[in-house]
C-alpha cells in the first residue's frame, strides 16, 4: 500500500488563547507553556460533512482521480451532527461516489487504525484505492465551560489516498480498556425499560494519566514497529506523531534521541483535532515539500478505548 493523495480542510473561525480566556478562567501563559497550543479552529457556521467532503475532494485531487476512483471509503469520526447515518456513507454522497463506506472510532488513533484497515481490506478483497477521510468536531464534545479540556481542542478534517503497492507498511496496533480516564457519554434514550440511565457527559479526562500514557504507549509501539520492519529510530526521516500536546512530543523526542526537525508538529495552530490531527500534519508536510520517495516515515498516534497504533512505510 502507498498514500497518493492527502487533503485537508479546516474551519474559517479561529480561537486563540486570549479569546478563551474573555469567557474562561484561564490564559495564554497557562495554556501555550502546557500545551504549546496557541490557537485552535472551531466549527461556527460550516458543517462538518462539508468539510469532510472538501478533504476528500481535495486528497482526491491531489491523487488525480476523481470519485470515481475509489472502491472504498473508511472514515474515522468520534463526534458529529448525525450519530446515524455514518459519516462515511454522507461523504460518499457529498462527492459524488458510488463505492461502499464503513465508520470507524478508534478516537485519536484513528487514522493509524484506518490505515491498517485499508491495507487489510486491499489483501482481502478486490480494492485497488481508498479514501480515508478523518473528521472530528470536537467542539460539539467538550464542555466549553470546562478549562481542563475545552482549551486543548480544535476542529479539522483531513484526507488521504491509499492505493494498492509492492511498498509493504508494518503496523502495531494495541487497546487497552480503561473507560474512566478519558470518554464522553451520549445523552440518555427515553426508553420506559431503563429509566436510571447516567446523564449525559462531556469529554472528561483524567489529564496527566492520559499524559503518561501517552507518553509511554507510543514510544513502545513506534519501538515496536520499527522492531518489525527492521529499521533503526535513527533511520526514521519523520516521525508524524498525534498532536495532543507539545509536551508529549518532546518528551518522546528526549526519549528516543532522534533529532527534533524529524517530529514536525502543528499543534500550535490547531490544538488537538483528534484523529484528523496525523493526516491534517501529513497534507501540510507533503504540500510543503518535506516528504519526498524514499522517506522512511513513521505514524503514531494514542487516544481514547485507550488505543493506540503506530505505522512504519517507506514513502512511495
Ligand atoms: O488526544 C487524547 C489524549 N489527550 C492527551 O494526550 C492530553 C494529555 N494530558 C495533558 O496534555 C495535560 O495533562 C494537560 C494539558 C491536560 C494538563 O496539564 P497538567 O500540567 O497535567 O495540569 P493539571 O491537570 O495537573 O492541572 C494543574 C492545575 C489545576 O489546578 P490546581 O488543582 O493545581 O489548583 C487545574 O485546575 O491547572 C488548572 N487548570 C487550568 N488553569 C488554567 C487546568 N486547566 C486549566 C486552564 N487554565 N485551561
Known amino acids: 500500500m502507498k498514500i497518493i493523495g492527502t487533503g485537508s480542510a479546516l474551519p474559517e473561525k479561529t480561537v486563540t488563547n486570549d479569546d478563551l ?15 504549546g497550543i496557541r490557537s485552535r479552529r472551531v466549527i461556527s457556521r460550516e458543517k462538518l460533512d462539508a468539510l469532510a467532503a472538501s478533504a476528500a475532494q481535495a486528497a482526491l485531487a491531489d491523487a488525480g482521480l476523481d470519485a470515481s ?12 451532527e448525525y450519530m446515524t447515518p455514518g459519516l462515511s456513507c454522507i461523504i460518499q454522497g457529498l462527492i459524488g461516489a458510488s ?13 493509524v487504525y484506518a490505515l491498517y484497515t485499508a491495507n487489510a481490506f486491499m489483501a482481502a478483497s478486490g480494492y485497488d484505492r481508498i479514501l480515508i477521510v478523518c473528521a472530528e468536531e470536537n467542539s460539539r464534545l467538550v464542555d466549553w465551560a470546562d478549562r481542563s479540556t475545552c482549551v486543548l481542542f480544535g476542529d479539522a478534517a483531513a484526507a488521504a489516498v491509499v492505493e494498492r503497492s509492492a511498498g509493504k507498511p508494518f ?17 440518555p434514550g427515553n426508553s420506559p425499560y431503563a429509566p436510571d440511565q447516567p446523564p449525559r457527559a462531556f469529554l472528561s479526562m483524567q489529564g496527566s ?22 529499521v533503526s529510530e535513527a533511520e526514521v526521516d519523520l516521525f508524524l506523531l498525534h498532536q495532543a500536546n507539545y509536551r508529549i512530543i518532546k518528551t518522546i523526542i528526549d ?19 483528534s484523529s484528523a490531527s496525523v493526516p491534517l500534519l501529513l497534507d501540510e508536510l507533503k504540500r510543503a ?6 522517506d522512511k516515515v513513521v505514524f503514531s498516534a494514542f487516544g ?10 517507506e514513502w512511495e
Open 289 to 294: 515539500g518535506r516528504i519526498n520517495r524514499g
Open 209 to 230: 494519566f492520559v499524559f503518561k500514557q501517552a507518553v509511554s504507549t507510543m514510544c513502545g509501539d513506534i519501538r515496536a514497529v520499527l522492531e518489525k520492519s527492521g
Open 171 to 187: 503496523f502495531h496496533l494495541r487497546t487497552s480498556s480503561n473507560l474512566d480516564s478519558l470518554f464522553a457519554r451520549y445523552a
Open 21 to 35: 480566556a474573555a469567557f474562561l478562567d484561564t490564559s495564554d501563559e497557562w495554556i501555550r507553556p502546557r500545551t
Open 255 to 273: 526519549r528516543m534521541g532522534a533529532p527534533e526537525d524529524r517530529f514536525p508538529h502543528n499543534i500550535g495552530n490547531y490544538g488537538n483535532t
Open 69 to 80: 476512483g475509489v472502491d472504498f471509503i473508511l472514515c474515522s469520526n468520534v463526534c458529529g
Open 304 to 313: 481514547a478505548g485507550l488505543t493506540s497504533a503506530a505505522c512504519y512505510m
Open 99 to 111: 463505492c461502499p463506506s464503513l465508520d470507524i472510532n478508534a478516537a485519536c488513533a484513528g487514522f
